[in-house]
């Protein structure tokens, strides 16, 4: 398994991610609102992203050498290389207002090679660059999530039990 | 300055499970602010300073412990910190486990190895919670007199069916 998916609070920070044997980022509040610092110590980066509230949620390639993360009530989901802390790429995703509905996950195929950032509105898979390769709009209160393939993902429509496959 | 309290550490007894909590004095008199988590050997649930109302956390822990007393096919129930939750387990006679989860998908995911203790010591740690969570609201004037009879309430309730020679 080379691939790494966990949450953080951020009312638990500061927290160390162990990248690999060696490296450790350090996540710790950043300077403006809502917003985290991920900061490697040894190699003096630094990389701060906002809209970054409640919970932290992330994934990490180690073959790959990206991070992607974002918050379970933020609307921005960041890829990052990890070798130099720079964002690569940036995509903003549709969120319910209401937090009470609140569900967002990132999930990683089982080949690896893609990855699956789903909130309550929508779902988009991606390339670990952060390039979309299929988009669309769901309805997570009325859906619910069956799987991820290495080609597919399927929600369940709950009211009607049909299920919708989306192929990439 | 928030007030903190904690279960104080008993004489060669080892703690598997704590109930952590601060208040902090708002202008309104009432708790609006505070923090709440669990530790276990193995670490803080969710985290260290969870900023929640340490007042509704223990409401939730003592009227969910008493259903799985009080109504024998209630054996679940979950205490949300959201979008983190504590499920308690009641299925194993005579014991409760506390699965420490995040919602997630496709299955929650565990945050904290699940912790396994007699169901009347665990009733007897969130009893001695509330009753410091009580004292304590009262001394500094926390809380409002609804969410603190309601608390003196759900420990009666969660008292009056542990058995007298457990309680």
Redesign the interface.
């Known amino acids: 398994m080379n691939v790494i ?5 951020v ?2 920070l500061p927290q160390k991610i162990f990248v690999d044997k060696k490296r450790v980022i350090l996540v710790i509040p950043g300077a403006n609102a809502n917003s985290i610092l991920l900061h490697d110590e040894a190699r003096h980066l630094r990389c701060e992203l906002s809209d970054m509230s ?2 932290i949620i992330w994934c990490y390639t180690v073959v790959g050498g990206v991070m992607v993360i974002g918050s ?1 009530y933020g609307n921005h989901v960041y890829f990052i290389d990890i070798s130099t802390l720079k964002i690569k790429q940036v995509l903003q995703l549709l969120r319910e207002e209401d937090q009470s509905t ?2 967002f ?1 990132i ?1 990683v195929t089982p080949d690896e090679k893609h990855v699956a950032i ?1 909130s309550e509105l929508t779902f988009a898979i991606t390339k670990w660059s952060g390039d979309i390769i299929l988009d669309f709009r769901i309805n997570m209160l009325s859906d619910r ?4 393939t290495n080609h597919s993902i399927s929600f369940e429509d709950q009211s009607t039990e049909k299920t919708f496959t989306y192929f990439f | 300055m928030p007030l903190t309290r904690e279960r104080p550490e008993l004489k060669g007894e080892r703690l598997m499970l704590q109930f952590r909590w601060s208040l902090t004095k708002t202008e309104d008199n009432y708790e609006r602010q505070g923090t709440f988590w669990i530790s276990t050997d193995s670490g803080d649930f969710p985290c260290r300073g969870w900023k929640a109302f340490p007042l509704r956390k223990l409401i939730y822990f003592t009227s969910q412990t008493y259903d799985i007393v009080h109504t024998p096919y209630i054996t679940k129930g979950n205490i949300p910190f959201d979008p983190y939750y504590v499920r308690l387990d009641s299925s194993q006679q005579g014991r409760v486990t506390l699965h420490f989860l995040r919602s997630y998908l496709p299955q929650p995911l565990e945050k904290l190895p699940s912790v396994t203790l007699p169901f009347f010591d665990f009733c007897r740690i969130v009893l001695e919670a509330g009753s410091e969570l009580l004292e304590t609201n009262r001394s500094g004037d926390f809380g409002t007199p609804m969410e603190l009879q309601l608390l003196e309430r759900r420990m009666e309730l969660l008292l009056s069916v542990i058995p007298k020679d457990q309680a």
């Open positions: 998916i966990d949450t953080i609070p009312d638990g409640v919970d379970a609140s569900m996950a999930l789903i999530f069956l799987s991820l």
